[in-house]
């Protein structure tokens, strides 16, 4: 299964929207802020799984959880946008997370950079910030049997 990861959009839905026609994902998963733009992605293809969480930019989504936890073909993942667990300051506090609800990759945004990493087995992945002005970049993750590969995607080199 395909899954793409996006951040930080920030009132930048179309980005997405034209990562998700040509990904063709079969699942989405949003990191916060732009929970709004979330919402327009999954009304523009409302047969997609689209799990949506909260940032701390979407002031008015209180609805929306911070975090999940779930499994997708045999992989269990943590998900947050990243700002309660301090990942502007380091990642050990988002790495005891992913680590105590048994996980092995934690999904985060916030920072606005990119970044795949694994360290003593679990995998840190942030996509960076899809609505970014001069670098916007989102996440794929390829799910097969248990096992994963993540990519950063340059969105503007795919739409030159």
Do not use: W
């Amino acid at each position: 299964m395909l899954l793409a990861v996006f951040s930080d959009s920030h009132g930048n839905s179309k980005n997405m929207i034209a990562a998700v026609t040509r990904e063709k994902p079969d699942e989405v998963i949003f990191l916060g802020d732009g929970v709004a733009d979330a919402e327009k992605l999954a009304k523009a293809y409302p047969a997609l799984p689209v799990r949506i969480l909260r940032g701390n930019c979407d002031h008015d989504a209180y609805d929306v959880e911070e975090c999940a936890i779930f499994e997708l073909d045999g992989v269990k993942i943590f998900a947050a946008h990243g700002h309660i667990q301090g990942v502007r300051f380091g990642m050990d506090r988002f790495g005891n997370s992913v680590y105590f609800s048994g996980c092995t990759l934690g999904l985060y945004g916030h920072t606005h950079r990119a970044l795949c990493q694994t360290v003593n087995g679990l995998t840190f992945f942030n996509p960076g910030s899809i609505g970014d002005r001069k670098f916007p970049t989102y996440g794929l993750i390829d799910i097969r049997n248990g096992e994963f590969i993540c990519k950063i995607r340059d969105f503007l080199e795919d739409n030159r």
